[in-house]
């Protein structure tokens, strides 16, 4: 098993910047893909970025893509993302998760443990 724990959110004007991290502990950190999602009131919570084993690869959702950066630190069994040029749309609860699968994913049921979530507002 894998704890997750995020931090790093808060009120930030459009167009400025975040950035979230989330550090890990229990099983090998790197034997994890790790990923970001967020979720707003009332909808669905929707994949933003993943990021591989060794952090060789990377994949985002379109809506972020150039904007978010996912990025990992397996000396620290950290994740961040570096989130800059937000928009007030980009507001909602973020959550770090993390996969044993082998290859990246972007599906929610396929994320096996999840963070506590770290809250972005984002003010036009």
């Known amino acids: 098993q894998v704890q997750l724990v995020e931090s790093g959110g808060g009120l930030v004007q459009a167009g400025g910047s975040l950035r979230l991290s989330c550090a890990a502990s229990g099983d090998s950190f790197d034997n994890y893909i790790m990923a970001w999602f967020r979720q707003s009131p009332g909808k669905e919570r929707v994949f933003i970025a993943a990021?591989?084993?060794?952090?060789?690869?990377?994949i985002y959702a379109d809506s972020v893509k150039g904007r978010f950066t996912i990025v990992r630190d397996n000396a620290k069994n950290t994740i961040y993302l570096q989130m800059d040029n937000l928009k007030p749309e980009d507001t909602a609860n973020y959550y770090c998760t993390a996969d044993r699968n082998d290859r990246i994913t972007t599906r929610v049921d396929e994320y096996d443990y999840w963070g506590q979530g770290t809250q972005v507002t984002v003010s036009s």
């Open positions: 990021v591989s084993w060794l952090g060789g690869s990377s």
